[in-house]
């Protein structure tokens, strides 16, 4: 079946190091959207991806869609101590009046100040 | 707008025993799907439901079922726990169900700890 990689698994920077975090498949992903899991929390989403080559950004979070649409990745500059949290990429497989989330793994950040 | 609203945030059973969660979706959202989370790891699918009827389902055992009700608000049955049936219940709710620009907004989840 459909499946999305994610790597790193764990990521620990300096404050005011920059992280990427990236998310991988081996078939064309339709429509990847970003989430982030506060420790203790649930997924909030962040934004959605549907176009090749599509970049978003939101303040210091940069986010990409590959030209093949098989992969994505969320960059952040200059990490603050409330970026900790995982970072969950999720491919949504939809079609035939259905439509639910395929998760990567996540990436975990830490942020030490 | 009150977001997703999940019930009860935490709850214990033994194995066994039967669970029913609850969640209420966005108002204007008709889709309602479930996840479960394990510890360390992302959300699995494991129904959806759209205007009162199941569009979806994951890799799941008949244990797990799920109905909707008219006022779109759901709810998740499990039966005869297991202990790894131990995990983070997420409910996520979208306007649609189906279509490629669908954005899936989860509420706050339930935590079940099966003894």
């Known amino acids: 079946g459909q499946q999305v990689m994610q790597i790193p698994q764990y990521q620990h920077v300096q404050e005011g190091e920059d992280f990427t975090t990236y998310c991988n498949s081996s078939?064309?992903?339709?429509?990847i959207q970003w989430y982030k899991q506060r420790p203790g929390g649930h997924p909030v989403f962040l934004i959605q991806l549907v176009k090749s080559g599509e970049v978003k950004k939101q303040k210091r979070l940069t986010f990409q869609f590959g030209e093949a649409k098989k992969n994505s990745s969320l960059h952040i500059t200059a990490t603050q101590t409330t970026d900790v949290g995982t970072y969950f990429c999720a491919d949504l497989n939809y079609g035939g009046s259905q439509g639910n989330l395929i998760f990567g793994k996540g990436t975990k950040l830490s942020v030490k100040p | 707008d009150a977001g997703v609203t999940q019930s009860p945030t935490h709850l214990i059973k033994t194995r066994g025993q039967h669970v029913t969660l609850r969640c209420s979706p966005i108002s204007g959202h008709k889709s309602v799907s479930w996840y479960q989370q394990v510890l360390g790891q992302g959300p699995q699918f494991i129904f959806q439901?759209?205007?009162?009827?199941?569009?979806g389902r994951g890799n799941f055992p008949d244990r797990f079922s799920a109905r909707q009700f008219p006022n779109y608000s759901s709810e998740l049955n499990v039966n005869a726990l297991l202990l790894g049936d131990s995990a983070l219940y997420l409910c996520?709710?979208?306007?649609?169900?189906?279509?490629?620009?669908?954005?899936?907004?989860f509420g706050p989840g339930t935590r079940l700890t099966v003894l």
């Open positions: 439901y759209y205007e009162k009827e199941e569009r």
């Open positions: 078939t064309t992903l339709s429509n």
């Open positions: 996520a709710s979208s306007q649609l169900a189906g279509e490629y620009t669908d954005t899936q907004y």
